[in-house]
């Protein structure tokens, strides 16, 4: 786990390199300070089972399994990017890996995953949706005519809130009378738990009872997840509305990734000397990726008239 997260992290940090170069074209959200919460959750899954989740999704697609390699040709607009150059940073796709995308629309995942929760239910596979959306998506109308259908049906469903404290701009205790998110489902008789998501063990555990509770055919679950964006919104934004000594205390007390190295070192599982090796090989990795993404081709201009219809006549 101490491994993906710092994956994801490096991945990331090289992808607001990469747009500041202007590589990367339109929106970049980067998911620094997040990756406890996919990399706990994604821990708890199997092969049957689906995610979708919103823009910030490139952490989500390397804790599916996906190679970085083919993430980050797609966030450079590559033919050999994950969804063929077509997706970028906020679309992105792999039903392979049992990964239904990143959608640019807020909360608009949240209706599809409970839709996803309904085909594993009436396709009988034993597989669970876990659905991911912000604190800013929980004040969306659909994301309660999904909790209804949800709990009404017993889909099994994770709905996974990333309480990151801030909506684009706006704190959660100012576009919230409810900003204890994990109540939300209180209405519907969806169970809620808050979880720190800055904890990447907190998080597995959560992830455990939770598909536990829906495999057991028991019905939806709502896992708030307390954690932090440490960039802004998207690479757009200078992240005005919040101090840097609030980002830098954050970062000094809650890191997922310092603190998952320091359990480590004093359970005796790696030493110093182990993880900046490797340290060394994520780097590499990271390296390798976008060094492949800068080489690669562009799609054939041929390519906008493929993959806009999908059907039989």
């Not at 209804?148 to 994770?158: G, T």
Request: with cysteine; glycine share 12%.
């Amino acid at each position: 786990m101490y491994r993906e997260m710092l994956l994801i992290r490096r991945f990331e940090e090289r992808a607001g390199q990469l747009y500041g170069m202007g590589m990367i074209g339109g929106f970049c959200h980067l998911y620094i300070g997040q990756e406890a919460v996919v990399t706990g959750m994604q821990g708890a899954l199997r092969a049957t089972d689906s995610v979708i989740t919103g823009y910030r999704d490139h952490g989500h697609m390397i804790a599916a399994g996906i190679d970085p390699k083919v993430v980050m040709a797609e966030l450079t607009g590559r033919a050999a990017g994950i969804s063929k150059g077509k997706g970028g940073s906020m679309h992105m796709f792999s039903v392979e890996h049992g990964f239904y995308g990143g959608h640019g629309i807020v909360a608009a995942q949240v209706p599809l995953g409970t839709g996803l929760g309904f085909a594993h239910k009436y396709k009988g596979d034993g597989g669970i949706a876990v659905t991911y959306f912000g604190d800013g998506a929980s004040n969306q109308g659909q994301v309660y005519e999904s909790f209804n259908m949800a709990e009404l049906w017993k889909l099994p469903v994770i709905y996974v809130i990333e309480n990151n404290q801030y909506a684009m701009g706006t704190s959660v205790n100012r576009s919230s009378s409810e900003d204890q998110l994990y109540r939300r489902g209180e209405s519907f008789r969806v169970p809620g738990l808050q979880v720190d998501g800055m904890d990447v063990l907190a998080v597995r555990g959560a992830a455990d009872a939770a598909v536990a509770w829906v495999r057991a055919g028991k019905g939806p679950l709502l896992l708030e997840m307390k954690t932090y964006r440490y960039r802004g919104h998207s690479m757009s934004d200078p992240a005005k509305y919040r101090s840097r000594e609030e980002v830098q205390a954050m970062r000094d007390k809650s890191d997922p990734i310092e603190h998952a190295k320091k359990e480590l070192i004093e359970m005796g599982a790696a030493t110093e000397a182990s993880l900046k090796e490797l340290e060394k090989d994520i780097r590499a990795i990271v390296a390798e990726a976008a060094d492949f993404a800068e080489q690669t081709p562009e799609p054939d201009a041929a390519e906008l008239y493929t993959d806009v219809l999908v059907g039989k006549y």
